[in-house]
């Protein structure tokens, strides 16, 4: 299996569950 | 009146600049979405002095770009006293901090990480064939670092002036 960046897929796909992650520390954060 | 003024111009260069920068991060996705390796002849190629030149154009426009809109952004939080609470994640202001976090972390990447390596993928500094190839996988990941993290970045941004909902 290669690097998820190898494609575009992988690479929007880890943005989208990086901005999940994220939104939920903000969430957590502005609280 | 006037502060109104500069803060909606900064917001239109933000936009601008940040459209010229991370726009290139797509264009290069859309170009190509696989990873493949260079391969020597590609690099022979990309010798010629106009496709040269041409190549320090398009390179330099969109460094800059991340300067023009990493100033802009940060200018627009200052002028409204946000900055520091933005930068130490205060309450709704986090919301806009995480972008800044975010935007520093790719600003820092495409100059740092990315352009030093280019410089010798592309030649615009000597580099034996080797390196050059070695370097053009590091570039790959930088710049596809940078269109993953521009997914979270522009959710926050747009997030901070319409998404106060989300938040409570």
């Known amino acids: ?31 | 009146m006037e502060f109104q003024i500069v803060d909606v111009l900064l917001r239109w260069v933000h936009f601008l600049a940040g459209i010229i920068w991370v726009g290139h991060n797509y264009a290069t996705v859309v170009q190509r979405p696989s990873y493949r390796p260079l391969r020597r002849e590609d690099l022979v190629e990309a010798e010629g002095d106009k496709f040269q030149s041409m190549l320090q154009r398009e390179h330099g426009t969109f460094r800059w770009a991340s300067v023009v809109a990493w100033s802009a952004g940060i200018l627009m939080l200052a002028l409204r006293g946000w900055l520091a609470d933005a930068l130490l994640l205060r309450g709704h202001m986090a919301v806009v901090g995480i972008g800044v976090y975010i935007g520093t972390v790719m600003m820092l990447n495409l100059w740092f990480v990315l352009w030093p390596h280019q410089k010798k993928v592309l030649g615009f500094v000597p580099a034996g064939i080797d390196e050059r190839l070695r370097c053009s996988r590091i570039t790959h990941l930088s710049s596809r670092t940078n269109t993953m993290l521009s997914i979270p970045l522009l959710f926050f941004m747009g997030a901070m002036q319409h998404g106060g909902f989300l938040f409570h």
């Open chain 1, 1 to 31: 299996m290669g690097h998820p960046f190898d494609t575009a897929t992988g690479t929007i796909l880890l943005g989208f569950a990086l901005t999940g992650v994220l939104f939920q520390l903000v969430r957590w954060l502005a609280a």
